[in-house]
Structure formats: structure tokens, C-alpha cells
């Protein structure tokens, strides 16, 4: 009786002493990152699945530049080679890997996008209006992904860093996962000059 006792007094106290430090905290807020970061590549997966539709649609105008669908077509092998995993959360290199071949969908679909204007017959056909909207809409839904995942990602990057929580964190493996970052931060960061005719 006495060890059974013993047992649930160190159960208990195991169970407190874990809460105190933070170890359930960052498990709440690890499978938050986690759900986060799925909505992410859900909207990324949608954008994937409506390119081939969209290649299909822009090759039945004929003169089209043959350059920018060909970007837009590699660029989603590029974007869709990369295997993401959850270490990927975990691993730097990876995560702006994949970061970076995303980023170069995006350029390469807002490139097709606005060469589609000079072709009068590509902006009538119904079924590319239908198609833009709805990559427009999933360009939205990203946005509204990766705000999430990014508060998710400071929530549990507070708790890694912050103490006692991160002696917690070290003692079971949970680091400070990466976030999303824009790729020209020095060239956006940049004022922009401004001139009046001043130099004339």
C-alpha cells in the first residue's frame, strides 16, 4: 500500500513538475506550429494542382511567349520535387529550400499573369478568367496560411527562448523552429528615391 502510494505521490509530482516547466506548453504549441504549417502546403498543393490546368489553357493561344510557360511549368516541378516532412520545421536549410522554390512559382505565375493581358483571346476565354480567379483566390489563402503559421511559430519560439522554459526545451529537443521571411528583404528595405525633376 505504502509503494503504491509512493508511486502516485511521484506521478504526481513528475506530472506537476513537468507542467511547471513548460513541457506541456511546448507540446500544445509544437502540434499548433504543426497544424499551421499543414494549412501551408494544403494551399501551396492547391496552387500545384491548378497550374497544370492553367499551362493547358494558355498553350491553345498560339503565339504565346513560349518562355514564361516554360518558368511556369518548371517552376512547379521545382516547387513540387522538394519532400516536405515535419523535420523539415526542424531543419533551416530545408525549410528555405522549399521557401525558395515556392517563391519562384509565385514570380513565375505573376510573369505569366501579366504577359496574359497582351493576348486578347487569352483574356476572353472563359475557362482562364475562371482559373485566374481561383489562383488569385489560393494566392490569398496562402497569405492567410502563412500569417498563422508565422504567430504559431513566435508563440513557441517565445517558450524556447525564454526562461526557465528553455532548459525544458534543450532537455527534450524542442528548438527554435524558422519562420517565413521575404526573399529581397535588403531591396524592400530600401527607400525609394523620389525625384521631382530635381536632377533636370
Not at 135 to 155: H, M, P, S
Request: glycine share 8%; net charge positive; hydrophobic share 40%.
Amino acid at each position: 500500500m505504502k509503494r503504491m502510494l509512493a508511486a502516485w505521490l511521484m506521478a504526481l509530482g513528475l506530472t506537476l513538475g513537468l507542467g511547471g516547466c513548460g513541457y506541456n506548453e511546448f507540446q500544445r504549441l509544437d502540434e499548433e506550429v504543426k497544424a499551421s504549417w499543414s494549412e501551408v502546403l494544403n494551399q501551396y498543393q492547391r496552387r500545384a494542382d491548378l497550374v497544370p490546368n492553367l499551362v493547358a489553357t494558355v498553350k491553345g493561344e498560339a503565339n504565346f511567349e513560349q518562355e514564361t510557360l516554360t518558368r511556369v511549368i518548371e517552376a512547379r516541378a521545382k516547387a513540387t520535387s522538394i519532400q516536405v516532412s515535419p523535420e523539415t520545421l526542424d531543419n533551416p536549410e530545408a525549410f528555405n529550400r522549399f521557401q525558395q522554390a515556392q517563391g519562384e512559382l509565385s514570380g513565375a505565375l505573376s510573369r505569366l499573369l501579366v504577359v496574359s493581358e497582351n493576348y486578347p483571346n487569352l483574356k476572353a476565354n472563359q475557362g482562364f478568367q475562371d482559373l485566374r480567379v481561383q489562383l488569385e483566390g489560393t494566392e490569398n489563402r496562402i497569405t492567410v496560411a502563412r500569417n498563422k503559421y508565422i504567430g504559431a511559430v513566435q508563440q513557441y519560439n517565445v517558450l524556447a527562448r525564454s526562461f526557465p522554459t528553455n532548459l525544458t526545451g534543450k532537455m527534450f529537443g524542442y528548438q527554435p523552429k524558422p519562420n517565413f521571411s521575404v526573399a529581397n528583404e535588403a531591396a524592400i528595405s530600401t527607400p525609394p528615391k523620389v525625384d521631382f525633376g530635381a536632377s533636370r
